[in-house]
């Protein structure tokens, strides 16, 4: 066998690979937006303490239970007429986390949270996806203090990083929202 030969085999087997697997990522996709939209839908129902969701039920109880609202380019989520569910945006140690906050009524409670990432440490910083973590904030009530608006709970030990990244992710997103929903009252 030549040399030629051998590199036009890899050639072409690399072309029919690089195909299949663009084809495949293709007809996946509108798959993978369904999902992400579905977990989205999971996330903010229970951000407003609305537990008996999951990927089967989730766009019917969310279409029944939520309205989306906007505020510029600050959407949030009314749910059930009563809860508000603001979407959250930080950096932990390792890359993004991200979740949702649920306030009551009056926007002075936090009524659940829910908080995700992309790669903090196993056991570590990823705690802050557990039910031991985000119940911490059940019936919270935010503390004003001058400009900044906190949430007290535990850090969780060993993470003080993703810790200190969802304190800040909160505090930053209330000070962007609160006003909103002061002046709309």
Same mark, same amino acid.
């Given at each position: 066998m030549s040399d030629r030969y051998i590199f036009r085999y890899i =050639? =072409? &087997? #690399?072309?029919?690979? *690089? @195909? /299949? &697997? *663009?084809?495949?990522?293709?007809? %996946?996709? !509108?798959?993978q937006r369904r999902n992400e939209l579905n977990e989205q839908r999971i996330n903010i129902l229970k951000a407003a303490g609305i537990t008996d969701v999951d990927n089967h039920n989730a766009e019917q109880l969310f279409k029944q239970h939520c309205t989306n609202k906007h505020e510029g380019d600050m959407p949030y989520y009314v749910i059930d007429e009563s809860i508000t569910?603001? !979407?959250?945006?930080?950096?932990? %140690?390792?890359? !993004? =986390?991200?979740?949702? /906050?649920g306030l009551s009524e009056d926007h002075k409670t936090v009524v659940s949270a829910v908080f995700d990432h992309k790669s903090e440490t196993p056991g570590l910083g990823a705690? @802050?996806?557990?039910?031991?973590?985000?119940?911490q904030y059940n019936g919270?009530? /935010? &503390?004003?203090?001058?400009?900044? #608006?906190? +949430?007290? +709970?535990?850090a969780i030990a060993g993470a003080t990083r993703t810790s200190k990244g969802v304190e800040e992710m909160i505090e930053?997103? %209330?000070k962007l929202y609160l006003p909103y929903f002061e002046n709309e009252q």
């Open positions: =050639i =072409i &087997l #690399v072309a029919i690979v *690089s @195909i /299949l &697997l *663009s084809a495949a990522a293709m007809w %996946l996709q !509108p798959y569910v603001i !979407p959250m945006r930080g950096n932990g %140690l390792w890359g !993004p =986390i991200w979740g949702y /906050l705690e @802050i996806t557990t039910d031991n973590y985000r119940n919270k009530h /935010l &503390l004003k203090n001058g400009d900044a #608006v906190t +949430v007290e +709970v535990d930053r997103t %209330l």
